[in-house]
């Protein structure tokens, strides 16, 4: 497939070409508490080639390999077509690389006999289903298995096989009237080991979804929070990550103000962090989608913001640097500046430390979905206890958070020593004027726990 993808680039006339032919074979099994409920099995197969010519950046996809020459063809014309309106673009100089990238495992799910797969679903299915006041619960086994090549005009060859697998289940509990949900995740890696053996978790999980029948609604207002290493990692993701995505900043003259490199965003004690090759997480690879290694980018080091993500587009455009975050979720869709793994790095207090420190407030846990706007953030978390005289007290649920991120950064007062990168992910992007929505699964988060002195919550 090399030699294929490098002779028709060859015949572009573009300043730039490079062409990108993937093959994904996924596989779900979805359980109605222990009954399989479907099996599917899909091949997608497909690829993308991009062209800046005379300033002007364009792609195009094609299914066939048979249509590659037409792909090339038309990337090129677009590219110099759209010159016309903005011949700005241009690449932040990149190493050549030749590499061939083997998922790192130690046990294959694809050499996993179908039939044990749905017995360790089964198997935690049923210990979910005997947890009291738990009356139905709804699991999905999922594998992915992508093969990708990459080359360029530039010399760079690279083949990478990129495998993940991951348990979910949806867990659902009813006292009366009363019903609560909670979601459970397991996996999210190359290695089909993480998902063996995970039974404390899983009673565990179980035993929260019944206990969320008697928590009482939390009480609306500003409240000193710890919010734990889950919702940390949802907080950081929501509310600053984003905002960290360079082609959103590129023609946000307004976000550039704010987010002026060197300006302190936080207490010392603060260090955000993507890192794309952080070992064995949901979001982690080895090159994003123009052949960029990832890496480990610090976005807050001490409090003071240091970093962005980049594209090579968006690298030359900010005078900024490689970060290998340039990724499409698939073949059919242009790349955007995306997180890989983000994270709070770990802290010095324990967590009885932030417990004294927050006096009274709330323990809140679990992400549970969210959204941006600018600087602006809200998002839920899953369950949540109060905090009196520096003691953990009743369990709270029907949490709502909000805030301005620059004020919350600023509010977060201590950060502890409990650090967990949290399994699951995925997040949603549209780039900013368009509504090609990408949900991209390898996205991943973490974080220790953090005592945020001022939180708007809202029922």
């Known amino acids: ?178 019903t609560e949900s909670l979601g459970l995740a397991l996996g999210f890696d190359s290695d089909y080991n993480r998902l063996l053996n995970r039974h404390d978790q899983v009673e565990k999980r179980a035993n929260l979804a019944a206990d969320l029948l008697k928590a009482e609604p939390i009480k609306p207002g500003v409240h000193r929070i710890i919010a734990d290493q889950d919702l940390a990692g949802v907080f950081v993701h929501e509310a600053f990550g984003h905002l960290s995505e360079s082609d959103d900043t590129v023609n946000n003259t307004s976000l550039q103000q704010l987010l002026v490199i060197g300006k302190p965003l936080g207490n010392p004690c603060m260090n955000i962090v993507d890192q794309g090759d952080y070992p064995h997480a949901s979001g982690t690879y080895v090159y994003d989608d123009e052949g960029v290694r990832s890496r480990k980018t610090y976005l807050v080091k001490d409090g ?39 994270y709070i790095e770990n802290g010095k207090s324990t967590f009885d430390e932030l417990l004294e420190e927050t006096g009274s407030g709330y323990y809140l846990c679990g992400g549970k979905g969210g959204q941006t706007m600018g600087d602006l953030f809200t998002f839920g978390a899953q369950y949540g206890y109060e905090i009196q005289n520096g003691r953990l007290g009743k369990m709270v649920k029907d949490i709502n958070i909000s805030g301005n991120v620059f004020e919350t950064l600023n509010n977060i007062v201590l950060v502890g020593n409990d650090f967990k990168m949290s399994e699951g992910g995925g997040c949603g992007k549209t780039r900013a004027g368009l509504f090609d929505m990408q949900m991209l699964d390898k996205s991943g988060t973490g974080g220790p726990s953090v005592l945020i002195k001022s939180v708007v919550i809202g029922g």
């Open 304 to 342: 003071i913001l240091s970093g962005r993500l980049f594209s090579r587009l968006t690298a030359h455009q900010l005078n900024g640097s490689l970060t290998g975050n340039y990724r499409a979720c698939d073949y059919r869709f242009m790349p955007l500046v995306r997180m890989s793994n983000i």
């Open 1 to 178: 497939m090399k030699h294929t993808l490098v002779k028709h680039i060859q015949k572009s006339d573009a300043d730039f070409t490079d062409a990108m032919f993937e093959e994904t074979r996924s596989t779900t099994i979805s359980f109605n508490k222990m009954e399989i409920q479907n099996v599917i099995s899909t091949v997608i197969k497909g690829g993308r080639v991009t062209a800046l010519k005379n300033g002007g950046y364009a792609g195009a996809s094609f299914t066939a390999i048979e249509n590659l020459d037409s792909a090339v063809r038309q990337a090129c014309k677009s590219a110099k077509a759209m010159s016309v309106f903005d011949n700005t673009n241009r690449l932040f100089p990149a190493p050549v690389v030749e590499d061939d990238v083997k998922a790192d495992m130690t046990t294959d799910p694809r050499t996993v006999d179908f039939d044990e797969k749905v017995r360790m679903a089964r198997d935690y299915l049923s210990l979910v289903l005997s947890t009291r006041q738990v009356f139905t619960a709804f699991g999905s086994y999922n594998e992915t298995d992508t093969y990708k090549t990459y080359v360029n005009s530039e010399g760079s060859r690279i083949t990478q096989e990129i495998v993940q697998c991951y348990f979910t289940c949806r867990i659902m509990s009813k006292n009366g009237n009363t």
